[in-house]
């Protein structure tokens, strides 16, 4: 180990179960919360769930759960020990021990990503026809999704008679509280409609906004780390410098001290939320695929080339951030400038095909709300449009000269299909919006949207992305 390598701990007892193990929570939240023991104490040591992938526990188990997570600034690599999971559970294999982490637990956070609420987006309804809720539905003691084993806890802790867990949504979804709530009171009224009703009474969702930029650690990350610690760690995590953390003061149970490590406890989240979305994780998709389409591996990549650099800030000076109110002491005109930095830092390999991934749990949220709100105020947002156009090409399943892409959506097969027979602009264009889990049935028969989607999806195709981009940003 280098003298550089600053370490946390050493891990707490456990209080915390967190479902979806993956890089981002390692490097957000498990850091945060590894930081406030550190000031505080508590027993805040994080129980990992995976649900299906044995992977991160195989990999964690032989380093008894401690990892590295380096910061990728602008004076080089900054690594730090992190010691504040205290377990790694794979759901179906051993079950009992997850039920016990949850029988213990203060506080459940969740990274499960957008597929992970089992709700229709554009609704925000649960989404029967899953298999997983079906199996939650069929077997509540044998579940197979977060939601399912985190109503069946709380049911397990009601009929004994004792408090509940605070649930956490930490994913990039609006309303991430209220919308898991909403879900896991639909599933468990269908379980025991007075499981429902007890937990609209005493638990509590929290919304939050969380941010920070941390791309899939690659093989050569691992390398680099090795050389950089001196010692092997098999799954290391790399994050950018920035990270901003906001929950909804909302809390049935305790909670670590959030406050001590700057992160914002506040009444309303939303305004948080709605600016993180639209302005980073909107521009980040319509990046993605514009970038993707013009042959850019990586975020920074696609932000060096002038025409999607000029195409961003057309984005947020333009089309974004006049709808969107700032929250309290930000600037988003700052707020904006701040982004393109962390996009552009050339030090983090941060791939657009990562980014593209699942797009149609994403649009709405980052994309369409923003295009519903422009439309509503009597503006056409070329921009936008132009961005769900680059969404429509790369879910085609081709690049515009031809080469394969690999799509990784749960409608992939859907959205490819719309494609089928190579039907003409207008009709791909009708089909991708008669996709109602995507685009809400209000959104979709509105004629500037229609007309709008063909306009782009031609200049695509004709012109390419970054001349289309720079046809509209001028
Ligand atoms: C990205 C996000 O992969 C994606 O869809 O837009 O993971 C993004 O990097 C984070 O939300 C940043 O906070």
Not at 290 to 302: C, H, I, K, N, P
Not at 350 to 378: C, F, N, V, Y
């Amino acid at each position: 180990m280098t003298d550089g390598l600053r370490r946390t701990g050493p891990a707490p007892a456990p209080g915390i179960v967190h479902f979806g193990l993956g890089a981002f929570w390692r490097a957000f939240g498990a850091l945060y919360i590894a930081e406030a023991v550190e000031r505080s104490g508590g027993a805040w040591g994080i129980v990992g769930v995976s649900l299906r992938s044995p992977d991160t526990r195989d990999a964690l188990a032989p380093q008894a759960w401690a990892y590295t997570a380096v910061e990728i600034g602008p004076e080089g690599d900054l690594p730090t020990q992190v010691e504040v999971l205290t377990d790694v559970i794979v759901a179906p294999e051993d079950p009992e021990a997850l039920w016990a982490a949850l029988d213990r637990a203060n506080l459940v956070t969740l990274t499960v990503t957008e597929k992970g609420y089992c709700h229709v987006p554009s609704t925000g309804r649960l989404d029967r026809a899953r298999a997983e809720i079906a199996q939650d539905l069929r077997t509540p003691a044998h579940p197979a999704s977060a939601l399912g084993y985190i109503a069946h806890a709380l049911d397990a802790r009601r009929r004994a008679g004792r408090m509940p867990f605070t649930v956490m949504s930490c994913d990039n979804i609006p309303s991430n509280g209220a919308l898991l709530r909403g879900v896991v009171l639909e599933l468990a009224a269908e379980i025991d409609p007075a499981l429902s009703e007890w937990i609209a009474a005493e638990v509590a969702f929290p919304s939050t906004m969380v941010d920070r930029i941390v791309p899939a650690t690659t093989a050569a990350d691992i390398d680099r780390i090795e050389t950089l610690i001196g010692t092997r760690d098999a799954a290391p995590v790399t994050h950018e410098p920035f990270r901003q953390w906001v929950i909804e003061d909302r809390f049935c149970a305790p909670r670590p001290d959030f406050g001590a490590v700057g992160v914002q406890v506040v009444k309303d989240v939303a305004p948080f939320e709605h600016m993180k979305l639209r302005c980073l994780n909107g521009t980040h998709s319509a990046l993605a695929y514009l970038g993707y389409l013009a042959g850019a591996e990586t975020v920074a990549e696609a932000a060096a080339r002038p025409a999607l650099a000029a195409y961003l800030h057309f984005l947020w000076d333009r089309e974004i951030t006049p709808v969107l109110t700032a929250p309290p002491g930000v600037v988003l005109a700052d707020y904006t400038r701040s982004l393109f930095d962390r996009f552009a830092n050339p030090a983090m390999h941060h791939r657009t095909w990562q980014i593209a991934m699942d797009g149609s749990l994403k649009l709405p949220q980052r994309i369409l709300d923003t295009i519903r709100e422009t439309l509503d105020a009597g503006r056409v947002p070329r921009g936008l449009f132009l961005a769900v156009a680059a969404w429509m090409q790369f879910t085609s399943g081709r690049g515009l000269d031809g080469s394969e892409i690999e799509v990784k959506d749960p409608m992939a097969e859907r959205l490819r299909a719309c494609w089928d027979g190579d039907p003409g602009t207008e009709e791909v264009v009708r089909r991708y919006l008669a996709l109602a889990g995507v685009f809400a049935p209000d959104l979709a028969s509105r004629p500037e949207l229609q007309q709008g989607l063909v306009v782009a999806l031609d200049d695509l195709r004709r012109h390419g992305p970054e001349a289309a981009a720079a046809a509209i940003a001028g």
